[in-house]
Nanobody, 127 residues
Framework: QVQLVESGGGLVQAGGSLRLSCVAS????????LAWFRQAPGKEREFVAA????????NYADSVKGRFTISRDNAKNTAFLQMGGLKLEDTAVYYCAADEMAYVSRRYYYSDRYYNWGQGTQVTVSS
């Protein structure tokens, strides 16, 4: 088990930037693949981005490709989601998730692949 705590959310104008952080504690962070998901009011949780345990592979939803960047610092037990060019439709609660087999299973974009979740951080984009 690994415990995850997200931070960095807030209110930002369209076109602006935010950087979310996900700090992990518990079992060895560097053995986990990580992902960011988001959930807007009245909508299902959706995949945003994922990164494998080493940081050597990263994948993105089409809706954020070219605007968001996922990264990790295993020495600091932290993952990041750098968000730029924010749009109104990016408004959601953003969740960090971790699993040791997400990439091996090739299901890193499925929320049900992940068994460790943070509490979420709200991102609101205004016009």
């Amino acid at each position: 088990q690994v415990q995850l705590v997200e931070s960095g959310g807030g209110l930002v104008q369209a076109g602006g930037s935010l950087r979310l952080s996900c700090v992990a504690s518990g079992r060895s962070f560097s053995t986990y693949d990580l992902a960011w998901f988001r959930q807007a009011p009245g909508k299902e949780r959706e995949f945003v981005a994922a990164i494998n345990w080493s940081g050597g592979s990263a994948n993105y939803a089409d809706s954020v490709k070219g605007r968001f960047t996922i990264s990790r610092d295993n020495a600091k037990n932290t993952a990041f989601l750098q968000m730029g060019g924010l749009k109104l439709e990016d408004t959601a609660v953003y969740y960090c998730a971790a699993d040791e087999m997400a990439y091996v299973s090739r299901r890193y974009y499925y929320s049900d692949r992940y068994y460790n979740w943070g509490q979420g951080t709200q991102v609101t984009v205004s016009s």
